[in-house]
C-alpha cells in the first residue's frame, strides 16, 4: 500500500469521480476464477536474487526508515517486520515515527542525512516527489534513497526520476484479484463501489489493473471515491453511507487499501445494505472482519515477509550485489473458509505458512 497526504481530493459524492465500464472481451465467469486460481493455495518461498552472506556485508551499516504514516496499522507493521529482520541479520534499523505530515518526513530525512545511514527507506507512500531537495542531498553526501512497497512493478522508471531506486509491488495483478472477485461473486454483473486514496503510485497502479479487468466484463461497471488518508475518519463512513442511500443497485463495495474498511464497514451496517465488500493488504483486524462477516475477501499480503524482501533488496544495494527488480512478494485470497488460519484474533503474518521464514535464513546464510 501506498500513499501521500497531499492529494486533491476528487469530490465523494456518488456519481463523482471515476466510472469504469466492461467492453465485452470475454464475458465468462470462467476467466475471472481462473484469474484467482494462483492465489488461492498458500504461497512457496522464490528467492529473489542469490544467496549472499548478510551478516558480513551489512556489518556496521544501518538503514533509516521512514513510513507513511506510524498511525497506519498496515505500514507500523511492516515496520517491526524490518526490524525483526534486522536484528536477526545483526545491523541498525531506525524507524522514524510520524503521523503522515511531510514536514515530518522532512524532518525524518534530515535526521538521516546527519547521522550518516547507510540507507534511506521511504516506506508505502511517504512520497518521494515530496522531497526532492532532502533526496538530492542524500544522494550528494553518497547515501540511497529506496521507495520500498509504493509502486507497481511496472513503474520503476517513473520512481527513479526521484528516488535512487525503488522496492516494488505488482499492485496492478492486486487491483485486478479485486475485480475479478466482486464479478464472479456478481455472476458478471458487477456494479462497484470502489473506495480508494489517489495521489500514490500505488494507486495508479492498482486503477490500472482493475480497468483491465473490467474489460472483460460486459455486464461490470465501477464508481469511485476518493478520501485522502487525513480524512478516512472523518470522511468516509458518511460517504459511503451517502453513496449507497443514494443508490440501491450497488452491489459490491471494492476497498483498495484495506484499513479503509474500519470505516467502510460502519457505513454499510447503519444503512443496512446486504452489500458485500473485498480488499488489499492483509491487515490482521481486517482478517478478523472477516471471520465476523463484515468484510468477505481480503488479497493479504505477509507484512513480516513483506518487510524480510524489503530488507533483502535494500541489504544487496548496500552491499553493492545486483538488486531484484522483482521482490517476489506473493498475495493469498482470505475468506471465510481460510481466514480462521490466521488466529483468533489474526496474527501478524499468520496463516500464510511458513515457507519465507527458513527461504530467507538460507538467502541470508544465517543457517
Excluded at 501506498?2 to 466510472?19: D, E, P, Q, Y
Excluded at 534530515?110 to 507512500?125: E, P, V
Excluded at 500514490?200 to 464508481?223: P, V
Amino acid at each position: 500500500m501506498g500513499w501521500s497526504v497531499n492529494w486533491k481530493s476528487l469530490a465523494v459524492g456518488i456519481g463523482a469521480g471515476l466510472t469504469f465500464a466492461g467492453s465485452a472481451l470475454a464475458d465468462d465467469p470462467s476467466y475471472f476464477k481462473d484469474r484467482l486460481a494462483p492465489f488461492l493455495n498458500k504461497p512457496s518461498f522464490v528467492a529473489p536474487g542469490e544467496p549472499f552472506d548478510a551478516a558480513k556485508c551489512m556489518k556496521d551499516k544501518s538503514i533509516f526508515s521512514i513510513p507513511v504514516s506510524s498511525a497506519n496499522p498496515f505500514t507500523a507493521n511492516i515496520e517491526k517486520a524490518m526490524a525483526a529482520a534486522a536484528k536477526k541479520v545483526g545491523f541498525k534499523f531506525t524507524t522514524w515515527e510520524n503521523q503522515g505530515q511531510s514536514a515530518q518526513w522532512v524532518q525524518g530525512m534530515d535526521t538521516a542525512l546527519n547521522q550518516k545511514y547507510s540507507l534511506i527507506d521511504l516506506l508505502a507512500g511517504a512520497d518521494p516527489r515530496t522531497l526532492v531537495p532532502q533526496v538530492q542531498a542524500a544522494k550528494a553526501a553518497g547515501i540511497p534513497v529506496i521507495a520500498s512497497h509504493y509502486s507497481g512493478n511496472e513503474q520503476s522508471a517513473e520512481v527513479a526520476k526521484y528516488a535512487t531506486a525503488d522496492v516494488p509491488i505488482d499492485y496492478f495483478t492486486a487491483g485486478g484479484l479485486l475485480v475479478d472477485w466482486a464479478a464472479v461473486k456478481t455472476g458478471g454483473h458487477l456494479n462497484a463501489l470502489m473506495v480508494m486514496a489517489t495521489g500514490a503510485l500505488s494507486t495508479d497502479s492498482m486503477l490500472a489493473g482493475m480497468n483491465s479487468e473490467l474489460k472483460h466484463c460486459d455486464g461490470c461497471k465501477m464508481k469511485s471515491m476518493n478520501f485522502p488518508v487525513v480524512d478516512w475518519s472523518t470522511k468516509i463512513t458518511p460517504g459511503v453511507q451517502s453513496a449507497l442511500l443514494a443508490d440501491s443497485s450497488i452491489n459490491y463495495i471494492i476497498v483498495m487499501y484495506d484499513s479503509m474498511s474500519q470505516f467502510v464497514v460502519p457505513a454499510v451496517t447503519i444503512t443496512g445494505s446486504p452489500v458485500k465488500m473485498d480488499a488489499f493488504n492483509g491487515t490482521p483486524f481486517v482478517l478478523g472482519l472477516i471471520q465476523q462477516g463484515k468484510v468477505e475477501m481480503d488479497i493479504g499480503e505477509n507484512l513480516d515477509w513483506i518487510g524480510s524482501s524489503i530488507i533483502d533488496s535494500e541489504m544487496r544495494r548496500i552491499c553493492g550485489l545486483a538488486v531484484p527488480k522483482d521482490p517476489k512478494i506473493p498475495f493469498y485470497v482470505f475468506d471465510s473458509s481460510n481466514a480462521k488460519d490466521a488466529g483468533t484474533p489474526p496474527g501478524l503474518s499468520k496463516g500464510y505458512g511458513d515457507a519465507y521464514v527458513a527461504g530467507f535464513e538460507k538467502l541470508w546464510m544465517l543457517k
